[in-house]
T-cell receptor, first 109, second 119 residues
Framework: SQQGEEDPQALSIQEGENATMNCSYKTSINNLQWYRQNSGRGLVHLILIRSNEREKHSGRLRVTLDTSKKSSSLLITASRAADTASYFCAVTNFNKFYFGSGTKLNVKP | GAVVSQHPSWVICKSGTSVKIECRSL??????MFWYRQFPKQSLMLMAT?????????EQGVEKDKFLINHASLTLSTLTVTSAHPEDSSFYIC???????????????FGPGTRLTVT
């Protein structure tokens, strides 16, 4: 399969709580990126982490990468109702993107 | 900057007809464009990669005679679904990678998607 695996598939939390999503992949990678997709819409790029990096921050987002385990996690701190969306990881391998299966996050106000 | 548009945003067509979807990079030159397909509540599946002026490279399992891709210029790629059938109904998303001042060369910029429904 060209997809990675993400867990959980769905996550429901209260506003203000932190949300953690995980992504595992199979191939070697150049970098790993996280995207957000609102229902029926296009993708919005959130953050990129290179294969030689272990952790990266951007605002309320924190991404980690463990290349030995072929896994990454996305943490959204102090979640807001507006964070409700599907989140996908995508790995870059030989100039192609392969997306994970996605996590559907629901943040309840 | 780095805006990618798609047209149409949604289309309904009858079984057996062909449908063309356009993907344009509005403010940068897209040296590479990618086409993805997304089924409801599923992830994006890469269909093909196209470089300007050359033939598209299709992923395994994607019929190149059914999904015709043309990347005729540095700002336009088209996907034509030929002899469409109901099972072709899906959300089609394009993305572009290219060159422009301030553009991240490794990043793909995604279009808003086109929802195709074949009746």
């Amino acid at each position: 399969s060209q997809q990675g695996e993400e867990d959980p598939q769905a996550l429901s939390i209260q506003e203000g709580e932190n949300a953690t999503m995980n992504c595992s992949y199979k191939t070697s990678i150049n970098n790993l990126q996280w995207y957000r997709q609102n229902s029926g819409r296009g993708l919005v790029h959130l953050i990129l982490i290179r294969s030689n990096e272990r952790e990266k921050h951007s605002g309320r987002l924190r991404v980690t990468l463990d290349t030995s385990k072929k896994s990454s996690s996305l943490l959204i701190t102090a979640s807001r109702a507006a964070d409700t969306a599907s989140y996908f990881c995508a790995v870059t391998n030989f100039n192609k993107f392969y997306f994970g299966s996605g996590t559907k996050l629901n943040v309840k106000p | 900057g780095a805006v990618v548009s798609q047209h149409p945003s949604w289309v309904i067509c009858k079984s057996g007809t062909s449908v063309k979807i356009e993907c344009r990079s509005l403010d940068f030159q897209a040296t590479t464009m990618f086409w993805y397909r997304q089924f409801p509540k599923q992830s994006l599946m890469l269909m093909a990669t196209s470089n300007e002026g050359s033939k598209a490279t299709y992923e395994q399992g994607v019929e190149k005679d059914k999904f015709l891709i043309n990347h005729a210029s540095l700002t336009l790629s088209t996907l034509t679904v030929t002899s469409a059938h109901p099972e072709d109904s899906s959300f089609y998303i394009c993305s572009a990678r290219g060159r422009a001042e301030g553009l991240l060369s490794y990043e793909q910029y995604f279009g808003p998607g086109t929802r195709l429904t074949v009746t």
